[in-house]
């Protein structure tokens, strides 16, 4: 057996480390290995940064708009002046855009025919949308015809949807103190009730600058506002309409108050639908189906808005179908008209259909549920 190397040196020379065999500084003489030097900590500097700049404070957001109304004020009814003939009716479009300029020549034209001057809005030709501009420029186009005392009457040229938009931008104080007649019908209810509201003032659910005037159209119109004659409607006989039928029976009179069903249930709990108890509150609507139908009465009656009305009368429900549904809409409106506790009927000649009646908000009827009729007890202007 060859010899064992007795040394550390021996047995590092034996493992083919040649040099680390010689001896190392500060190693002990034992045989036992020391531990390294412990080379002193160094502390590395980070780079030093610059603080930031402080930060500007930015302005604070303006607070959103309070739409909220105040509350209604109590005023007295005002009529309008009557329409004189030749004078000059603006045209605006408080809610949907026009859908080409022809809309505007066709108003005008309507006008002339009537015998007096249109004159145009200066946003009237706006876009912002769907709507006939931005919800300022409509509301300045109505105030700017209400406040020109060489504007005698203002007439939507069309609805759409978009008058509820611009009913907290409008002055009803300055309304009130520059009345005329505002005529329009379906979205146009909502104006025509805030202006009724609000600022007291009587307007008209009827023809818009796109209606088709001539016949029963342009003569409701004329013995309205012109005429100061008591307009007298009757139940619908003509075919494909909702036929003048009873629901319950009796004759009640009071303020007339209505329009389109969607755009008025839209108001409920907004501030600007009058309180209906004691009027004769009539409704109209166009393409909804019965259980559409069923939703926006049951809205109206839990909100409170049919508590006690002297009487209601449902014109057209012009494309109106069930859907598929068990009851048509008749039906429905049978429904719940029958459950008011007060005279109604159904198919009164109102609504999206033609000829388009005249009919003055807030002046006082009467209507005859048996009968099928619906007339003013007095003149709707001054």
């Given at each position: 057996m060859p010899d064992l190397p007795r040394s550390r040196r021996d047995v590092l020379r034996a493992l083919g480390l040649g040099a680390l065999a010689a001896p190392v500084a500060g190693c002990v003489t034992t045989g036992e290995v020391a531990p390294p030097e412990r080379t002193p900590a160094r502390i590395l500097e980070s780079p030093r940064l610059e603080a930031p700049p402080p930060a500007v404070p930015r302005p604070p957001e303006p607070p959103p708009p309070d739409l909220t109304p105040p509350p209604a004020p109590e005023r007295s009814l005002v009529l309008p002046p009557r329409l004189r003939r030749g004078g000059t009716i603006g045209l605006v479009a408080p809610a949907g855009v026009l859908r080409g300029t022809s809309q505007l020549t066709d108003s005008m034209r309507a006008v002339r025919d009537l015998g007096f001057e249109p004159r145009a809005g200066r946003h009237v030709l706006a876009r912002h949308g769907f709507l006939a501009g931005t919800d300022?420029?409509?509301?300045?186009?109505?105030?700017?015809?209400?406040?020109?005392?060489?504007?005698?009457?203002?007439?939507?040229?069309?609805?759409?949807?978009?008058?509820?938009?611009?009913?907290?931008?409008?002055?009803?104080?300055?309304?009130?103190?520059?009345?005329?007649?505002?005529?329009?019908?379906?979205?146009?209810?909502?104006?025509?009730?805030?202006?009724?509201?609000?600022?007291?003032?009587?307007?008209?659910?009827?023809?818009?600058?796109?209606?088709?005037?001539?016949?029963?159209?342009?003569?409701?119109?004329?013995?309205?506002?012109?005429?100061?004659?008591?307009?007298?409607?009757e139940g619908e006989t003509r075919a494909r309409r909702i036929a003048g039928?009873?629901?319950?029976?009796?004759?009640?009179?009071?303020?007339?108050?209505?329009?389109?069903?969607?755009?008025?249930?839209?108001?409920?709990?907004?501030?600007?639908?009058?309180?209906?108890?004691?009027?004769?509150?009539?409704?109209?609507?166009?393409?909804?189906?019965?259980?559409?139908?069923?939703?926006?009465?049951?809205?109206?009656?839990?909100?409170?808005?049919?508590?006690?009305p002297a009487a209601v009368v449902f014109g057209q429900c012009d494309n109106c179908t069930d859907g598929g549904s068990a009851w048509t809409a008749t039906e429905v409106l049978r429904d719940h008209l029958g459950d008011l506790g007060c005279p109604a009927w159904l198919g009164a000649p109102v609504g999206h259909v033609s000829p388009v009646h005249t009919l003055p908000v807030g002046v006082r009827v009467r209507t005859d549920a048996d009968a099928g009729t619906l007339e003013m007890l007095n003149p709707a202007v001054a």
């Open positions: 300022r420029q409509r509301a300045d186009d109505l105030m700017d015809m209400f406040t020109d005392d060489s504007v005698d009457a203002i007439l939507c040229v069309r609805g759409g949807w978009g008058c509820a938009r611009i009913l907290p931008l409008l002055d009803y104080d300055a309304i009130r103190a520059n009345p005329k007649p505002l005529v329009g019908y379906s979205d146009v209810t909502a104006l025509l009730l805030a202006l009724y509201h609000r600022a007291g003032l009587v307007s008209f659910h009827g023809p818009v600058g796109i209606s088709t005037w001539p016949g029963t159209t342009a003569r409701s119109f004329l013995d309205v506002l012109v005429e100061g004659r008591a307009l007298r409607i039928q009873t629901v319950r029976g009796g004759v009640a009179e009071g303020p007339l108050a209505g329009g389109n069903l969607s755009v008025i249930a839209g108001l409920a709990g907004t501030g600007y639908l009058p309180d209906l108890d004691g009027h004769v509150v009539f409704f109209e609507e166009t393409g909804e189906e019965s259980y559409r139908l069923d939703r926006l009465m049951t809205q109206l009656r839990l909100a409170g808005v049919l508590r006690r």
